[in-house]
């Protein structure tokens, strides 16, 4: 109990202070899930959209294999990232591996999954006689995914949040393809498990706490343009 | 209404295409940088969670034009990295490995950079009755005849390797027993198991030294002849491996055994622990070492 105390007390020590290294590794940590979601944002609903306005054959296999992709293990995907970018590796050309971009690369790949699966849901739960209506009144295919996208604006979002979620609280990945290096791949996760090995447990829960609110701030804001009136 | 329509779809794809070019080029800005300014540094837990690398890196990369890539792991994965061409430069300690690992041509320019000593640490009350025991074997013996928890690193790391040597030498072989448990983890995190388990553990005394505050465990049997533990820093031999960077191997080698660097080393935790975590050996030989 002392100690969280303790890591209470760091973590605004920290935070009041604006602590160079801690100012880094949460705007480098923001910076890197944030482009990973991003990323995700874009693959993810536009496939997840795709996939559920079309019937084609295979298609709840796909959704499964989509859903599975929900609870893709960040490690699994470090590893085969790993794999894929090293020095020797097929991509190995690209040098990338442990660089802020490799991790780009693995969030990106565990969000992308979880936007597509809940965007997938999402589309397939409005009315289906909406698409008939939209079309109807004379929009194009391409005005009526963006209405349609609009009208799932709340589960969407939704998605963003998940996503973003699964990739800033995520270690097991960025620690393997991003390898946890002072001041360029160090982020709040894999600083904490770092801070935790050394025995400094209060710097480790201060970590913990920052990263905790930037998870808070960036849902707050999400939540705000979620809930927000539809405009017109 | 159309035309309003159509225009917010397009500026929205124009401001998601915006995004996407910012994400791809952030993607591949690692392209941009120069390669042969990295050097990967594949080295044991103990010398990054004692902090030495925290002062050793930073003047190293003023000195030169080199970016150090520290990965932390235990030395056998770093070795294996240096196997697959995947570090240039390793600090480790695990000699026999050490010496397989150069007899198999996979590094190259071996020298010998510091030691200090393991030590086995257990808790207060010493259910095995090991402190003060010379000898580390007798001591290992006594703890598994006491059936005393035993938590060890299980991953290969030199500290790992060395148990293992002690355990052959006590001719005892612990696996599989119930007193004996793997953690799979660093050193930090191995004795912060041990602390909380009460259980004894084999430890290097950089990483015991720079963790002691938290843990309550106690030193119990140290200075046995055994218990050195010996860093050495090895390149990566290029001729298997021809990505490697070898000037900056070379150059990160040369500075790590410099005077300099030795003189940092031989002061580094004096003012935290009142005792230096390690001692500066370049230029030594193995065999006068603890003498």
Redesign the interface.
Known sequence: MELIVQGIIKAFELIISFDPEVLGITWLSLKISGTATLISLFIGVSIGTAVALTNFYGKRLVISLINTGMGLPPVVVGLFVTILIWRNGPLGFLEILYTPSAMIIAQAIIATPIVMGISLAAIQNLPPNLRLQILSLGASRLQMVWVLIKEARLPLLAAIMAGFGGVISEVGASIMVGGNIKGYSRVLTTATVMETGKGNFDVAIALSIILLLLAFLVNLVLTQIQQRQHPR | M?IF??S??II?LMI?AL??A??TA??????A?P?QK?I?LATT?ST??T?LL?VL?PIFEKETVY?V????VGSGQAMAMGQ???ADVLLVHSPDAEKKFIADGFGVNRMLVMHNDFIIVGPGDDPAKIKGVKSSAEALKLVAKAEGLFLSRGDNSGTHAKEKILWKKADINPVGQKWYQETG?????T??VAAEKKGYTLADRGTYL??K???GLDVLVEGDSDLLNIYHVIEVNSAK?P?VNVPGAKAFAAFMVSKKTQNIIKTFGMDKFGSPLFFPDAGKKVEDLGK
């Open positions: 159309k329509r159509n917010k779809v929205t998601a995004l996407f910012f994400g952030n993607v591949f800005a690692g392209m940088a390669k990295n990967i837990t990054q969670d902090g925290d890196i970016f890539k520290t990965i932390a697959k061409g995947e983890l660093g050193m930090g995190q004795l912060n720079s963790l505050k938290n843990l491996w990505k």
